[in-house]
Protein backbone atom coordinates (compact mmCIF):
# COMPACT_ATOMS: atom_id res chain seq x y z
CA UNK A 1 0.00 0.00 0.00
CA UNK A 2 2.87 2.47 0.61
CA UNK A 3 3.87 1.88 -2.91
CA UNK A 4 0.93 3.77 -4.23
CA UNK A 5 0.97 6.32 -2.14
CA UNK A 6 2.65 9.19 -3.65
CA UNK A 7 6.08 9.13 -1.12
CA UNK A 8 3.95 11.78 1.20
CA UNK A 9 1.68 10.31 4.01
CA UNK A 10 -0.97 12.43 3.12
CA UNK A 11 -2.80 9.10 0.77
CA UNK A 12 -2.71 10.94 -2.62
CA UNK A 13 -4.80 13.94 -2.11
CA UNK A 14 -3.19 15.89 -4.86
CA UNK A 15 -5.18 12.81 -7.20
CA UNK A 16 -8.31 13.25 -6.65
CA UNK A 17 -9.12 16.86 -8.29
CA UNK A 18 -7.06 15.14 -11.70
CA UNK A 19 -9.29 11.69 -11.43
CA UNK A 20 -12.47 14.03 -11.47
CA UNK A 21 -11.19 16.07 -14.33
CA UNK A 22 -10.49 13.15 -16.15
CA UNK A 23 -13.47 11.37 -15.83
CA UNK A 24 -15.47 14.59 -16.54
CA UNK A 25 -14.04 14.92 -19.88
CA UNK A 26 -14.76 11.61 -20.65
CA UNK A 27 -18.97 12.21 -19.22
CA UNK A 28 -21.79 11.44 -21.21
CA UNK A 29 -25.67 12.43 -21.24
CA UNK A 30 -27.33 11.92 -17.76
CA UNK A 31 -23.72 10.76 -16.36
CA UNK A 32 -22.64 12.37 -12.75
CA UNK A 33 -19.37 12.04 -10.54
CA UNK A 34 -19.44 11.83 -6.66
CA UNK A 35 -16.69 13.14 -5.12
CA UNK A 36 -13.95 11.47 -3.04
CA UNK A 37 -15.26 10.95 0.64
CA UNK A 38 -12.47 10.98 3.58
CA UNK A 39 -11.87 7.51 5.36
CA UNK A 40 -11.98 7.32 9.18
CA UNK A 41 -7.91 7.53 8.77
CA UNK A 42 -7.64 10.27 6.65
CA UNK A 43 -7.11 9.05 3.24
CA UNK A 44 -10.17 9.14 0.13
CA UNK A 45 -12.09 7.04 -1.67
CA UNK A 46 -11.86 7.43 -5.71
CA UNK A 47 -14.58 9.56 -6.89
CA UNK A 48 -17.47 7.24 -8.53
CA UNK A 49 -19.71 7.47 -11.60
CA UNK A 50 -22.86 7.10 -12.15
CA UNK A 51 -23.93 6.05 -15.14
CA UNK A 52 -27.76 7.52 -16.63
CA UNK A 53 -30.52 6.72 -15.09
CA UNK A 54 -28.69 4.66 -12.20
CA UNK A 55 -30.04 5.26 -8.87
CA UNK A 56 -27.86 4.78 -5.74
CA UNK A 57 -29.21 2.39 -2.80
CA UNK A 58 -29.30 4.90 -0.44
CA UNK A 59 -30.69 7.52 -2.60
CA UNK A 60 -34.09 4.84 -3.32
CA UNK A 61 -37.24 5.86 -1.94
CA UNK A 62 -38.87 3.34 0.47
CA UNK A 63 -41.71 1.68 -0.36
CA UNK A 64 -45.04 3.03 1.72
CA UNK A 65 -48.33 1.25 1.17
CA UNK A 66 -51.24 3.13 0.26
CA UNK A 67 -52.61 2.81 3.50
CA UNK A 68 -49.28 4.32 5.18
CA UNK A 69 -49.69 6.94 2.68
CA UNK A 70 -53.50 7.49 3.52
CA UNK A 71 -52.80 7.47 7.63
CA UNK A 72 -49.54 10.08 7.36
CA UNK A 73 -51.74 12.54 4.86
CA UNK A 74 -54.91 12.31 7.30
CA UNK A 75 -52.54 13.12 10.02
CA UNK A 76 -51.61 15.68 8.58
CA UNK A 77 -55.32 17.44 8.30
CA UNK A 78 -57.05 19.07 10.18
CA UNK A 79 -60.92 18.11 10.42
CA UNK A 80 -62.98 15.41 7.71
CA UNK A 81 -61.74 15.02 4.16
CA UNK A 82 -62.22 17.54 1.75
CA UNK A 83 -62.81 20.33 4.91
CA UNK A 84 -61.13 24.02 3.92
CA UNK A 85 -60.45 25.55 7.04
CA UNK A 86 -59.37 28.84 5.54
CA UNK A 87 -62.51 29.59 4.71
CA UNK A 88 -64.15 29.15 8.06
CA UNK A 89 -63.67 31.44 11.30
CA UNK A 90 -62.75 29.06 14.13
CA UNK A 91 -63.61 31.66 16.54
CA UNK A 92 -66.65 30.70 18.52
CA UNK A 93 -69.27 33.60 19.45
CA UNK A 94 -69.37 33.84 23.17
CA UNK A 95 -72.80 32.96 24.47
CA UNK A 96 -74.69 35.04 26.95
CA UNK A 97 -73.44 33.27 30.23
CA UNK A 98 -69.79 33.86 28.95
CA UNK A 99 -70.26 37.60 28.25
CA UNK A 100 -72.19 37.84 31.73
CA UNK A 101 -69.34 36.37 33.18
CA UNK A 102 -66.65 38.47 31.84
CA UNK A 103 -69.07 41.62 33.27
CA UNK A 104 -69.07 40.49 36.91
CA UNK A 105 -65.56 39.93 36.55
CA UNK A 106 -64.83 43.57 35.14
CA UNK A 107 -66.96 44.87 37.57
CA UNK A 108 -65.66 43.03 40.75
CA UNK A 109 -61.82 43.54 39.46
CA UNK A 110 -62.80 48.15 38.95
CA UNK A 111 -64.43 47.58 43.14
CA UNK A 112 -61.06 46.32 43.82
CA UNK A 113 -59.22 48.82 42.73
CA UNK A 114 -61.72 51.77 43.58
CA UNK A 115 -61.41 49.96 46.94
CA UNK A 116 -57.30 50.31 46.88
CA UNK A 117 -57.63 54.14 45.96
CA UNK A 118 -60.25 55.21 48.27
CA UNK A 119 -58.31 53.48 51.44
CA UNK A 120 -54.95 55.16 50.26
CA UNK A 121 -56.62 58.17 50.32
CA UNK A 122 -57.57 58.04 53.97
CA UNK A 123 -60.89 57.13 54.72
CA UNK A 124 -62.13 56.49 58.21
CA UNK A 125 -62.15 53.21 59.67
CA UNK A 126 -66.17 52.69 59.63
CA UNK A 127 -66.18 53.39 55.82
CA UNK A 128 -62.83 50.80 55.82
CA UNK A 129 -64.60 48.11 57.33
CA UNK A 130 -67.78 48.24 55.08
CA UNK A 131 -65.88 47.72 52.04
CA UNK A 132 -64.02 45.74 53.49
CA UNK A 133 -67.62 43.53 54.08
CA UNK A 134 -68.60 44.28 50.66
CA UNK A 135 -64.95 42.63 49.49
CA UNK A 136 -65.84 39.74 51.70
CA UNK A 137 -68.88 38.99 49.97
CA UNK A 138 -67.83 39.22 46.33
CA UNK A 139 -65.12 36.90 47.30
CA UNK A 140 -67.51 34.49 48.69
CA UNK A 141 -69.34 35.38 45.10
CA UNK A 142 -65.97 33.83 43.36
CA UNK A 143 -65.82 30.85 45.26
CA UNK A 144 -69.61 30.03 44.44
CA UNK A 145 -68.94 30.77 40.61
CA UNK A 146 -65.87 28.20 40.58
CA UNK A 147 -63.36 26.32 42.32
CA UNK A 148 -63.45 23.93 45.74
CA UNK A 149 -67.46 25.07 46.50
CA UNK A 150 -68.70 23.92 43.02
CA UNK A 151 -66.80 20.75 43.73
CA UNK A 152 -68.42 20.41 47.19
CA UNK A 153 -71.89 20.70 45.58
CA UNK A 154 -71.30 18.06 43.01
CA UNK A 155 -70.13 15.69 45.23
CA UNK A 156 -73.96 16.34 47.68
CA UNK A 157 -75.82 16.27 44.28
CA UNK A 158 -73.63 12.85 44.07
CA UNK A 159 -74.48 11.74 47.54
CA UNK A 160 -78.24 12.97 47.72
CA UNK A 161 -78.78 10.61 44.36
CA UNK A 162 -77.00 7.44 45.84
CA UNK A 163 -79.42 7.85 49.03
CA UNK A 164 -82.31 8.21 46.62
CA UNK A 165 -81.70 5.17 44.82
CA UNK A 166 -80.71 3.22 48.09
CA UNK A 167 -84.60 4.10 49.09
CA UNK A 168 -86.01 3.18 46.09
CA UNK A 169 -84.64 -0.22 46.60
CA UNK A 170 -85.68 -0.62 50.00
CA UNK A 171 -89.10 0.34 48.88
CA UNK A 172 -89.26 -2.19 45.91
CA UNK A 173 -88.04 -4.96 48.16
CA UNK A 174 -90.24 -4.19 50.97
CA UNK A 175 -93.15 -4.14 48.33
CA UNK A 176 -91.63 -7.78 47.50
CA UNK A 177 -91.90 -9.06 50.87
CA UNK A 178 -95.23 -7.63 51.74
CA UNK A 179 -96.53 -9.79 48.34
CA UNK A 180 -94.82 -12.51 49.36
CA UNK A 181 -96.24 -12.45 52.62
CA UNK A 182 -100.09 -11.96 50.90
CA UNK A 183 -99.45 -14.91 48.47
CA UNK A 184 -98.14 -17.05 51.89
CA UNK A 185 -101.48 -15.75 53.74
CA UNK A 186 -103.63 -16.68 50.02
CA UNK A 187 -102.22 -20.23 50.04
CA UNK A 188 -102.49 -20.71 54.11
CA UNK A 189 -106.45 -19.90 52.94
CA UNK A 190 -106.98 -21.69 50.38
CA UNK A 191 -105.35 -24.70 52.22
CA UNK A 192 -108.02 -24.29 54.94
CA UNK A 193 -110.94 -24.32 52.63
Known sequence: ?????N??????????????AELSKTLKDGERILAPTR?????????????????PQEEV????????????EMSSQTGPPGFDDTSVDTTKPKTKSVKRNERKKEKRIQAALEK???SESGETKEEEAFVENLGHVSE???RI???PVQDIDKKIRALKKKI????AQQQKTHQQDNKSEQLDKLTKLEGLA
Not at 7 to 20: A, F, K, L, N, V
Not at 45 to 55: D, E, L, Q, S
Open 164 to 167: RLAE
Open 7 to 20: GGGGGGEDQPPTEI
Open 61 to 72: AIYQSKGALWKK
Open 145 to 147: QGG
Open 1 to 5: MASSN
Open 39 to 55: RPDGTLRKPIRIRAGYV
Open 140 to 142: SRI
Open 116 to 118: EKT
